[in-house]
């Protein structure tokens, strides 16, 4: 599916640098004309692995420049409230599971029982 598609891409993706680098080339005492980069590859950018052991990503590649924050801890900086005093599904292995929720921290559980009226 094309989901486990970008999931395979997310779980590889590598983590890039842009050389501080002009694309365009300086110009010769002697030239009529600056010397231009062509219109299409005005954008392209020469990402280089910031592990120097790896490889350069290729063209279908997911890369990013920075790694995300963590969710997990209380950031008010960045607006980020933190998984701490969360209610969290004990038997869930998704999102809303106390394992990955909980962010291996380890978690307590907590019964209740409610006795409500019928109608």
């Known amino acids: 599916t094309?989901?486990?598609?970008?999931?395979?891409?997310?779980?590889?993706?590598?983590?890039?640098?842009?050389?501080?680098?002009?694309?365009e080339a300086p110009a010769q005492r002697n030239d009529a004309v600056p010397h231009r980069v062509p219109r299409r590859d005005r954008y392209r950018f020469q990402l280089r692995p910031h592990n120097p052991d790896h490889?350069?990503?290729?063209?279908?590649?997911?890369?990013?420049?920075?790694?995300?924050?963590?969710?997990?801890e209380k950031n008010?900086?960045?607006g980020i409230p933190g998984t701490h005093g969360r209610a969290c599904n004990d038997t869930s292995i998704g999102v809303d599971g106390c394992d990955l929720m909980c962010c291996g921290r380890g978690y307590r559980t907590e019964t209740m029982?409610?006795?409500?009226?019928?109608?």
């Open 113 to 119: 029982f409610v006795v409500e009226r019928c109608n």
């Open 76 to 78: 008010p900086r960045l």
């Open 2 to 23: 094309v989901g486990d598609a970008l999931k395979d891409r997310f779980d590889g993706a590598s983590r890039v640098m842009m050389p501080n680098t002009d694309l």
């Open 55 to 72: 490889k350069s990503p290729g063209a279908k590649d997911l890369v990013y420049l920075e790694p995300s924050p963590g969710f997990c």
